[in-house]
């Protein structure tokens, strides 16, 4: 089974600074099948991020999506109020499993 | 614009089993592109995917849940639903319906905003 493990688990910024929260799988994963989503205090997770580096329609263009391998990135390039949520990253994998990672925290 | 809507009792007895509905309003749950999921997270903790579900009925459930799980579809209400047995206090939870998409990537989008179901005598 696949783990994820997400760093920092928070990470303490102001508005108007750049975000990078990191995923870091197992094993190698495919780009494919990992997804970033926003869950911010009191709500349901948002997807902000799927095959790695698309953005679903809505989500603003300060995020963005790299990685490969067992290495992955969500970056907020310049943060706004809003954008202060946990943020957890996701894997599908053979057998129809899916995973979470912990979380990162932006405070 | 799709939504999705869980409801069910918030309080649950140990040992009984847990039922909620999630209503789909906005689009067909007829999609040949999705399934439809049910995802849970204790207060304070991460997330869990429990199953997906296609129009069809045909289903599939996280291993570590699957004796306990039934989810099921009906088609004329726009509507899938999710049956946990034999709960215990590990079971509470605010549980979460989703559209999965399973085509591309496998992922959730949208989610219903969650019902917290409490296990307690």
């Known amino acids: 089974e696949i783990v994820l493990t997400q760093s920092p688990g928070t990470l303490s910024l102001s508005p108007g600074e750049r975000a990078t929260l990191s995923c870091r799988a197992s094993?190698?994963?495919?780009?494919?099948?990992l997804a970033w989503y926003q869950q911010r205090p009191g709500q349901a997770p948002r997807l902000v991020m799927f095959g790695a580096s698309r953005r679903p329609t809505g989500i603003p263009d300060r995020f963005s999506g790299s990685g490969s391998g067992t290495d992955f990135t969500l970056t907020i390039s310049r943060l706004e109020p809003e954008d202060f949520a946990v943020y957890y990253c996701?894997?599908?994998?053979?057998?129809?499993?899916?995973?979470f990672g912990q979380g990162t925290k932006v405070e | 614009q799709l939504q999705l809507e869980e409801s069910g009792p918030a309080l649950v007895k140990p040992s009984e089993t847990l039922s909620l509905t999630c209503n789909v309003s906005?689009?067909?749950?007829?999609?040949?592109?999705?399934?439809w999921a049910w995802l849970r997270q204790p207060p304070g903790k991460g997330l869990e995917w429990i199953g997906s579900i296609y129009y069809s009925a045909n289903a599939y459930q996280n291993p570590s849940l699957k004796s306990r799980v039934t989810m099921s579809v009906d088609t004329s209400r726009n509507e899938f639903s999710l049956r946990l047995t034999s709960v215990t206090a590990a079971d509470t939870a605010f549980y979460f319906c989703?559209?999965?998409?399973?085509?591309?990537?496998?992922?959730?989008?949208?989610w219903g905003q969650g019902i917290l179901v409490t296990v307690s005598s």
């Open positions: 906005g689009g067909s749950i007829r999609s040949s592109n999705h399934y």
């Open positions: 094993q190698s994963i495919s780009r494919s099948y």
């Open positions: 996701q894997h599908y994998g053979s057998g129809n499993t899916f995973t």
């Open positions: 989703a559209r999965h998409a399973y085509l591309e990537g496998n992922w959730f989008d949208p």
